[in-house]
């Protein structure tokens, strides 16, 4: 969360986002007829959260952040893209035009082309504590895996 806060307040986006957003709608098993409507929101903390999003006039960014990244951030903003256009909290944005950004600070270039693939822009950004991050990893954890890009 450190290094999704430092670039939104990096690119200016700080003020117009929020972090950790829970998004879509509570499982219909956890409501029942004992809950009071204004407890519904309760229930969110069973939903999916996204690490960022930035709410702008015209669109809404999603972002997912990874140090250093494995499979998962790109089908899980696909995820929070649907979680989100179905959750009646954002109702007021569900017009807009939804972006996502795969944010990373170690760049894993099978990653970087599937997100191109998928329409996410990925993005490499190097939060401030990364140098000391890298000291406490392995070697071979500092980089993403050796992978010949040639059919990709």
Not at 11 to 36: C, M, Q, W, Y
Not at 44 to 55: E, L
Not at 92 to 101: A, G, L, N, P, W
Not at 113 to 138: C, D, G, T
Request: a neutral charge; aromatic letters at 8%; glycine letters at 4%.
């Amino acid at each position: 969360m450190l290094m999704v806060s430092e670039y939104l307040a990096k690119t200016g986006l700080f003020s117009k986002s929020a972090t950790r957003v829970r998004v879509g709608n509570p499982h219909p098993e956890l409501i029942n007829a004992d809950i009071a409507p204004g407890d519904m929101d309760i229930l969110r903390v069973y939903s999916r959260w996204c690490d960022a999003i930035v709410f702008d006039d015209n669109e809404v960014t999603l972002i997912e952040a990874k140090i250093k990244p494995n499979l998962g951030p790109l089908e899980a903003l696909q995820v929070y893209s649907r979680l989100f256009l179905a959750d009646p909290h954002y109702k007021e944005h569900h017009h807009k035009k939804i972006s996502k950004v795969f944010l990373y600070a170690i760049e894993d270039p099978v990653l970087t082309i599937l997100a191109r693939e998928m329409n996410i822009k990925p993005v490499l950004f190097e939060p401030s504590f990364l140098k000391e991050y890298k000291k406490i990893l392995r070697p071979r954890e500092g980089r993403a895996s050796l992978t010949d890009l040639t059919g990709l």
